[in-house]
């Protein structure tokens, strides 16, 4: 167990988590410490209130305490006690003598070293007490507080001007027990160094915590590094916190995506590149015949070109070029790359009329009825996806009615209570799909066995792949006629 981080560790994660934690912690111990200096102040400023009522409440006993005397007593001895128990006589000054009442006495016995008093005649000549008090005349009798330093200590001082049996008094009560003196090592002791103390703890634990807080993230970080690039399975989530679970969880969905569109690729490439090798092999023959009649021609022996080798060349040509587009429109319609792309309002009824116009003529050359049924229609999608999907339905249906047969185009609008949907859809009366082959014709590269004419087996592919990229499907059925294929494509309508 290490008390700080690894150094393999994600640096830059654990000491950002770390400095969150210490500034989260030190706002509300810097919060606790500030209101503590406060409580603390507070705190002594009543006391210094009650010190100051305490004066108040002696300072008038202390005057009581002055009496006048005809006898002669030796002073007392420096060396003993200054302050007399009740019914103990002082005397310092001829003819005056000190009685200390008992509340006063007992002021003076506890506050030993810090309290002290002096009594003062009216001009402010010492009479009794300590003389080092200042010389203060109070005009008037109320009381008068000020704040006398000696000797280091600072002393507070109640001054009043009374008459007694003596005459006028100036007396003096001083305490030197202020607790705002000691306000300042109070709070350094105990407010500051607690905290700071407090803090220095906290900085290590929160190190130490993150760090072994982090571990699981280390962990799986490390395991994700030392994997190969190639492999793409899932995280095991049992050993990691439930807190850490969710983004493994997404980790696992990302590979499962990236694995999917990785698997997609690999067979595109492989079924593209069987695919090509078929119409690229008749293509090179019809190539190798026309070489084979030019190098006869240089030779002077006569090899004319047959027009069926003119044709066949052609037509090899018109199914490479066919197959090389439709290759490129199944790559483009992967769903994983469609979802990143930003989405439009498409009209449905503009899309098949451009669409019948760009298949007027191959329908003529075959004598096929090609009709338009359309009424407004508007959907959210990709117009060039959903275009790419009308061409591989009309191109299907074109290729296989026979000649003299009928292919629609529809398109329109259903409303319900519940939902409202948009739709397209292309019927032609051609041989159809038997029903147990509606589902595999929608797969990569499969044509229904016996199917007459030319194809790849890819049109229905594209335009589902498409259809799923907008979160729909093909929808195969018999033709009106009880024969022939139709191939509906539902979507949300939009109003």
Excluded at 106 to 129: C, D
Excluded at 210 to 235: H, M, N, T, Y
Excluded at 382 to 406: C, F
Excluded at 468 to 493: D, K, P, S
Aim: contains cysteine; hydrophobic residues 45%; charged residues 20%.
């Amino acid at each position: 167990m290490r008390l700080f981080p690894d150094r393999s560790a994600p640096e830059g994660m654990i000491w950002g988590l770390q400095r969150r934690l210490l500034v989260l912690l030190m706002l509300p111990l810097g919060v606790v410490a500030l209101v503590s200096v406060y409580l603390h102040y507070q705190r002594a400023g009543t006391a210094a209130l009650q010190q100051d009522q305490q004066l108040l409440r002696l300072v008038p006993l202390l005057v009581d305490s002055v009496v006048v005397t005809t006898q002669r007593r030796q002073a007392v001895d420096s060396a003993t006690e200054p302050f007399l128990n009740q019914g103990a006589l002082s005397q310092t000054q001829p003819g005056l003598a000190l009685l200390l009442a008992p509340p006063v006495d007992e002021f003076l016995k506890e506050r030993e070293g810090v309290a002290f008093y002096g009594i003062f005649n009216a001009q402010g000549t010492p009479l009794l007490g300590e003389s080092w008090f200042p010389t203060v005349l109070p005009a008037t009798g109320d009381p008068e507080f000020l704040s006398v330093v000696e000797g280091g200590i600072t002393y507070r001082v109640v001054a009043q001007r009374s008459s007694s049996s003596a005459g006028d008094l100036i007396v003096m009560l001083a305490d030197g027990s202020d607790a705002r003196q000691n306000w300042l090592q109070t709070v350094l002791l105990r407010v500051l160094l607690p905290n700071v103390a407090l803090l220095v703890l906290a900085a290590i634990a929160v190190t130490w915590a993150v760090a072994r807080a982090l571990q699981p993230l280390i962990d799986l970080k490390q395991a994700v590094e030392r994997r190969s690039p190639r492999d793409l399975s899932p995280i095991v989530t049992d050993s990691a916190p439930s807190e850490v679970r969710p983004l493994v969880a997404s980790l696992n969905r990302l590979f499962g995506l990236v694995n999917a569109q990785t698997e997609a690729q690999r067979r595109f490439v492989a079924d593209a590149a069987h695919q090509l090798r078929t119409p690229l092999a008749g293509l090179q023959a019809q190539v190798e015949a026309w070489a084979q009649a030019a190098r006869g021609m240089s030779t002077g022996e006569l090899l004319p070109l047959r027009v069926d080798q003119v044709r066949r060349m052609r037509d090899a040509t018109r199914r490479t070029s066919q197959l090389a587009n439709q290759l490129l429109a199944l790559s483009r319609a992967d769903t994983v790359s469609v979802e990143a792309q930003p989405e439009q309002q498409v009209d449905l009824k503009d899309l098949c009329e451009s669409i019948l116009a760009l298949y007027l003529d191959a329908a003529a050359d075959r004598q096929i009825d090609l009709g338009l049924e359309t009424r407004e229609a508007q959907v959210r999608g990709h117009a060039w996806l959903l275009r790419e999907l009308l061409i591989n339905l009309v191109d299907n249906a074109i290729r296989y009615t026979p000649v003299g047969g009928r292919v629609t185009l529809r398109c329109g609008q259903t409303k319900s209570p519940d939902e409202r949907s948009a739709w397209l859809e292309v019927e032609d009366d051609g041989p159809g799909i038997p029903c147990d082959e509606q589902e595999r014709v929608l797969q990569r590269f499969y044509r229904v066995p016996g199917t007459v004419g030319e194809g790849n087996g890819l049109g229905l592919a594209i335009a589902d792949e498409i259809a799923r990229a907008h979160h729909t499907q093909l929808q195969l059925a018999v033709g009106a006629m009880g024969h022939g294929l139709r191939v509906r494509v539902v979507f949300a309508a939009v109003a």
